[in-house]
Antibody, heavy 114, light 113 residues
Framework: EVQLVESGGGLVQAGGALRLSCAASGFTFGNYWMIWVRQAPGKGLEWVANIKQDGSERYYVDSVRGRFTISRDNAKNSLYLQMNSLRAEDTAVYYC???????WGQGTLVTVSS | DIVMTQSPDSLAVSLGERATINCKSSQSVLYSSNNKNYLAWYQQKPGQPPKLLIYWASTRDSGVPDRFSGSGSGTDFTLTVSGLQAEDVAVYYCQQYYNTPHTFGQGTKLEIK
């Protein structure tokens, strides 16, 4: 079964850091771009970042560039999002999704307290 | 960044009737070299991740009922739900994947009248 499972969310103070993980199974992880998308409580979807199959290209939305870093470990079938200098407006459910957007995890909630 | 604007923000339709949701991009998402529109539609129900319905503006993803259809090109797109069923109540999003960031519309809430 094709599956993505996020972990690492939680409550953190503003200015703090958190590292999200996404474990992939059921498909050849290294063949796909991978993406992080977030959704603030009661709000719409916001694309956050993506990373190429070999990690050689990474793109970010302006609001997180310089604070967040997307990375991957193809040997571990895992995607990561290192989030530094967190702000209240980063509070959201963070989803990982596979290139093509046909496979999504259930999400992990990040809450940043001010 | 490409701005995606959906209309309406919410919509109430009777069971069995047709629902139409519009999406407009601030610049064309049609890639001339392959004549494909880099536009997708998603359905999201409460407490669930988004579900891909349509990609390339009009291609249904595997397993998506044929009452869902997408149309349009360039900057103007439409998602049509024909013969609305109770399980279609959800928020629907369009998304462009022509340029990063792959921006989403603000969402359209579809309800039963």
């Amino acid at each position: 079964e094709v599956q993505l499972v996020e972990s690492g969310g939680g409550l953190v103070q503003a200015g703090g850091a958190l590292r999200l993980s996404c474990a992939a199974s059921g498909f050849t992880f290294g063949n796909y771009w991978m993406i992080w998308v977030r959704q603030a409580p009661g709000k719409g979807l916001e694309w956050v970042a993506n990373i190429k199959q070999d990690g050689s290209e990474r793109y970010y939305v302006d609001s997180v560039r310089g604070r967040f870093t997307i990375s991957r470990d193809n040997a571990k079938n895992s995607l990561y999002l290192q989030m530094n200098s967190l702000r209240a407006e980063d509070t959201a459910v963070y989803y990982c999704t596979r290139g093509g957007y046909s496979v999504w995890g259930q999400g992990t909630l990040v809450t940043v307290s001010s | 960044d490409i701005v995606m604007t959906q209309s309406p923000d919410s919509l109430a339709v009777s069971l069995g009737e047709r629902a139409t949701i519009n999406c407009k991009s601030s610049q064309s998402v049609l890639y001339s070299s392959n004549n494909k529109n880099y536009l997708a539609w998603y359905q999201q129900k409460p407490g669930q991740p988004p579900k891909l319905l349509i990609y390339w503006a009009s291609t249904r993803d595997s397993g998506v009922p044929d009452r869902f259809s997408g149309s349009g090109s360039g900057t103007d797109f439409t998602l049509t739900v024909s013969g609305l069923q109770a399980e279609d109540v959800a928020v629907y999003y369009c998304q462009q994947y022509y340029n990063t960031p792959h921006t989403f519309g603000q969402g359209t809430k579809l309800e039963i009248k």
